[in-house]
């Protein structure tokens, strides 16, 4: 596509469900990253996927949150038994080829609220 | 450990004039790359401009220039000539060592809000 998309935009949902988020990133792009950014706050790290190497998972929180990324393209961010302060928004962003300078493309988000 | 800071979490700038926006980060890494993001109401962010340690002349990109003062450990953020489509959060951040293998994880400060009044 264009560039990264991500869906839902929005997701409500109630303490204690599961929740998928979804990122399509840019076609052709190796190296993808999920953030969380909370009200009012910069962007913290969570996962950055790699080609065929093993993700880098440093940036999860809790053993809730966990991460795929099938064939290479598709990632999905699964957060279970969700919590209020998972609240926020979830960043993902893809690049090239994950080297040091290179800039990353980030999608929309998609707001999580957890009631 | 590596940090930035952005003390301003607001500015306000009359259309047509320049800002500056500022940024300070803290490394004991002798190689780093410094990055502006601006993120409109929209959410997306938006790469403007890239600043490596080991570059001799500050960075620039159309209407954005980088203040890199590496003693001072500063990377501000001038635009020129501002634009009403201007307005929206500005984030300085940092990539995070390991940098070697393509490891690009970057750490962010804060942000600033830029309101651009006609």
């Known amino acids: 596509g264009a560039g990264v998309s991500q869906s839902p935009s929005n997701k409500v949902t109630e303490k204690g469900k599961d929740v998928e988020l979804r990122c399509d990133p840019i076609s052709g792009h190796t190296a993808l990253y999920w953030y969380r950014q909370s009200l009012g706050q910069g962007l913290e790290f969570l996962i950055y996927f790699q080609g065929n190497s093993a993700p880098d998972k440093s940036g999860l929180p809790s053993d809730r949150f966990s991460a795929e990324r099938t064939g290479g393209s598709v990632s999905t961010l699964t957060i279970q038994r969700t919590q209020q302060e998972d609240s926020a928004v979830y960043l993902c962003?893809?690049?090239?080829?994950?080297?040091?300078?290179?800039?990353?493309?980030f999608g929309s988000g998609t707001q999580l609220s957890v009631l | 450990a590596q940090k930035i800071t952005q003390t301003q979490p607001g500015m306000f700038v009359q259309e047509k004039e320049a800002v500056t926006l500022d940024c300070t980060y803290d490394?004991?890494?002798?190689?780093?790359?410094l990055f502006w993001y601006k993120q409109p109401s929209s959410g997306e962010m938006i790469f403007l401009i890239y600043q490596g340690s080991y570059d001799e002349q500050n960075a620039t990109e159309g209407r954005y220039s980088l203040n890199f003062q590496k003693a001072r450990k500063s990377a501000n953020l001038v635009i020129s000539a501002s634009q009403l489509g201007d307005s929206a959060m500005y984030f300085c951040?940092?990539?995070?060592?390991?940098?070697?293998?393509?490891?690009?994880?970057?750490?962010f400060g804060a942000g600033t809000r830029l309101a651009v009044h006609p």
């Open positions: 490394t004991s890494d002798q190689s780093y790359g």
């Open positions: 951040a940092m990539r995070e060592p390991p940098f070697s293998g393509g490891y690009n994880k970057l750490i």
């Open positions: 962003a893809s690049s090239v080829s994950g080297t040091d300078n290179e800039k990353l493309f």
